[in-house]
């Protein structure tokens, strides 16, 4: 029996249902293997008291300390984290919380094997931790944790922790070279690809979808946080020459202000709508419904949202960030451009004219399964045990 320890900032909880739903999707997968045991730690980063009363904060007052959540023990331990330090003490503080907190765990539930699925704090806080209690450390790179907290003032904190961690995963082979690229040993990096739900995600009747969105016409769909590392004002800027087209943008943050106006600016008030933070549940009829799902990105791992498309016959339209060219591996499975509106306008008017047939496009999906998920990485935590590392 592999008696694993998920070690996640980045899990989903009562007030963010959709924070990390891909890190819940798989530990789901892992916890369901006969083989395994499984206690997740998904800790919740606050300021100090006035700030923590913040109604950003305030929320997670209903975010219960232990929990059941889809069957996995869940528990939630909050660590303080300082504004204006740029990150610098997250993984001291994150260490400084979890020591006691795993050491009453381990009464219980003797862990073989810490598994870290973000790379920060997740990751230097996990490798203290391990160190401390004599197990192997595996941490995983997704995108924004290299791509942002392995530059600035936290880069020297995540390069160490790569280094010392027992076994390292990428979730592309872009994402690899980006992790080679500041210091971390590429061989000891192992490429885990992603999954999705086949049975879940899957072509529909494109007329009658839309008809459920209350659409007609061609429709584009971007999915993703509004925040301006997705490129969501791109691909509005794109509709100004996609005249016809409509554009539905799920998600929410901190440029949904910035977008309203372009909206505004662009007179696209009738083409364009923003539906807000979307259920998962609800993303296959989006998807389904959708010609083509577009998103501008400056950077990514290898992102959910594509693979998710090309589950439901979609094509999609990306930039060259991340793993995309790991995903974009057939024409029919859309089109890799620039970060511009008239790159994105061009593409999209193009699979527009000639859609590719939806089984085609679904194929691109196929070798992202949770099985297949699932199966990696037991294999990959219990050889780390093996080892004796």
């Not at 006691?100 to 806080?125: C, K, M, N, Q, S």
């Not at 943008?249 to 709508?273: C, K, M, S, T, Y």
């Not at 790991?326 to 004219?353: E, N």
């Amino acid at each position: 029996m592999l008696r694993v320890l998920t070690l996640a900032t980045l899990f989903p909880d009562i007030t963010r249902p959709n924070f990390g739903l891909f890190v819940e999707r798989q530990t789901l997968g892992l916890a369901a293997l006969p083989e395994v045991e499984l206690r997740v730690v998904a800790p919740v980063g606050l300021p100090l008291w006035p700030l923590s009363r913040h109604a950003r904060y305030r929320a997670f007052d209903a975010v219960p300390t232990s929990e059941e959540w889809k069957g996995l023990h869940v528990v939630r331990p909050r660590f303080v984290t300082l504004p204006y330090t740029g990150g610098r003490l997250h993984g001291a503080a994150l260490r400084h919380r979890l020591l006691p907190l795993l050491t009453a765990i381990r009464r219980d539930f003797a862990f073989d094997v810490i598994d870290a699925e973000f790379f920060f704090p997740d990751g230097p806080a996990g490798i203290a931790l391990g160190r401390h209690f004599g197990v192997p450390v595996s941490i995983k790179a997704r995108g924004a944790d290299i791509h942002y907290w392995g530059h600035g003032p936290t880069a020297g904190q995540v390069r160490r922790a790569g280094q010392a961690a027992d076994g390292l995963l990428a979730v592309s082979q872009a994402m690899r070279a980006d992790m080679a690229a500041i210091g971390l040993p590429a061989d000891r990096i192992r490429v885990h690809l992603t999954g999705v739900d086949l049975d879940q995600f899957m072509p529909l009747d494109r007329a009658a979808a839309k008809a459920a969105l209350g659409v007609t016409g061609p429709l584009v769909v971007s999915l993703g946080a509004l925040i301006a590392r997705k490129g969501h004002g791109v691909v509005v800027k794109a509709m100004a020459d996609l005249p016809g087209v409509t554009l539905l943008i799920a998600g929410d943050g901190p440029e949904r202000g910035a977008l309203i106006a372009d909206i505004a600016r662009l007179g696209l008030g009738g083409r364009v709508r923003l539906l807000g933070s979307v259920p998962h549940g609800e993303l296959p009829l989006l998807l389904g419904a959708a010609d083509v799902m577009a998103l501008a990105s400056a950077s990514e791992g290898l992102a959910n949202a594509w693979v998710e498309a090309l589950a439901c016959g979609t094509p999609i339209v990306i930039t060259d960030a991340g793993g995309a060219a790991d995903v974009v591996t057939q024409p029919a499975y859309g089109k890799i451009v620039q970060r511009t509106p008239a790159a994105f306008a061009g593409a999209i008017s193009a699979l527009l004219t000639s859609p590719p047939d939806q089984s085609a496009v679904r194929q691109g999906a196929v070798r992202f399964s949770w099985d297949a998920n699932s199966t990696a990485l037991f294999a990959h935590l219990r050889g780390l045990v093996a080892r004796g590392v």
